[in-house]
């Protein structure tokens, strides 16, 4: 069968054909020359129809249960006439390729409803190829309609700092009952939380699990204001049971409200626009150079690692050279 051209994909997801929407971001994952060019295309079609839908990151510990909430979250809203697209930022899972059926089978229901698309993890290269795919394929997301994308990252490493720079509010999970030392979460995440939600606040957990919310609302004093302006809740809730869900869906409409009026939506993702420019532009240069001349980023490379250049002495003498060839 012959692969569907750009301008095909573009069309049939337009249309909300998922399996052609589900092949143009197998092709923006893929890194093989020929498919970037295609994917290139397809983006620039579907760009006018990107920056409509509310984006949101979902971040916190394996296990807090990111998964079974945005199966509760996704129905919720789905419900309220929302369609819900589901993205998977995860490292950590590449090596067994567990996830996807972890995934899949945490939101069951969501994954079968026709206003739903679920992605699994990427299966893919670096962080920064998955972080920028995944950016690619919330335009495509948004161009097959989608009005709200939601994006589980675990709690590890850059994944946060990549998902918190491509999303418009961040929603980071917390266990009930493991208040101490603020759960090892660290203070650059509790920095870039928009809304807070002590999980598992059920069974024995409920009482637990509302100390752990005054715990962290405390604790969020001591942090500088949102950039945003706005105060930070922190709410409990049950993915489980389903308690809480309504609040917390509230809670972020009630976000997209306040960032949509007082115009910071839009400044901050003219923001983010910009960090990806300059991420791509480093990336794009520093692939470009390392194809191009192998021989003379080698050659910079030894006279830094034998002491005789320092790095940026050793760069500058090379972009000198490469440039006025
Ligand atoms: N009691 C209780 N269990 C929950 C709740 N939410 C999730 N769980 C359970 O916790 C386990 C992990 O849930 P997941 O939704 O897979 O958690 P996750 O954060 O997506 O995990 P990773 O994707 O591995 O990082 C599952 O067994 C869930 O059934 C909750 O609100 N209450
Ligand atoms: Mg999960």
Redesign the pocket.
Same mark, same amino acid.
């Given at each position: 069968m012959p692969k569907p051209q750009p301008n095909e994909l573009f069309t049939a997801l337009r249309a909300g054909d998922t399996v052609a929407l589900s092949r143009a971001i197998t092709l923006v994952e893929s890194s093989r020359a020929e498919h970037r060019k295609q994917a290139e295309v397809l983006l620039q079609l579907c760009l006018p129809y990107a920056g409509r839908s509310f984006r949101i990151g979902i971040t916190?510990?394996?296990?807090?249960?990111? #998964?079974?909430?945005i199966e509760q979250l996704g129905l919720l809203a789905i419900a309220k006439d929302h369609s819900v697209a589901v993205l998977a930022v995860?490292p950590s899972s590449r090596k067994t390729g567990g #996830?996807i059926l972890?995934?899949k089978t945490?939101m069951e229901k969501l994954s079968v409803h026709p206003r739903a698309f679920i992605r699994p993890s990427a299966a893919g290269t670096t962080l920064g190829g998955v972080a920028g795919s995944t950016r690619e394929a919330i335009i495509l997301l948004e161009a097959a309609g989608y009005d709200l994308i939601l994006v589980?990252t675990?709690g590890v490493g850059q994944s946060e700092t990549a998902v918190h720079s491509m999303t418009d509010l961040f929603l980071l999970?917390l266990l009930s009952g493991a208040g101490d030392e603020l759960q090892g979460i660290k203070r650059g995440i509790m920095e870039m939380a928009d809304i807070v939600a002590v999980?598992?606040?059920?069974?024995d957990?409920v009482i637990r699990a509302d100390q752990t919310r005054m715990d962290f609302k405390r604790a969020l004093h001591l942090f500088p204001p949102p950039a945003s302006g706005w105060t930070v809740p922190v709410l409990t809730? #049950?993915?489980?049971?389903g308690t809480g869900m309504e609040h917390l869906l509230e809670q972020i409409m009630d976000y997209r409200t306040f960032v949509n009026s007082n115009g910071f939506l839009e400044r901050n993702r003219s923001r983010q626009l910009q960090y990806w420019f300059h991420e791509s532009l480093q990336q794009q240069l520093m692939n470009q150079l390392t194809e191009r001349f192998p021989d003379d980023v080698e050659a910079a490379s030894q006279a830094v690692l034998e002491g005789r250049e320092l790095p940026s002495a050793a760069i500058a003498a090379l972009l000198n050279r490469l440039f006025s060839r």
């Open positions: 916190g510990v394996p296990g807090v249960g990111k #998964s079974t909430l995860d #996830s972890g995934d945490r589980e675990v999970l999980n598992k606040a059920d069974g957990n809730c #049950s993915a489980l049971t």
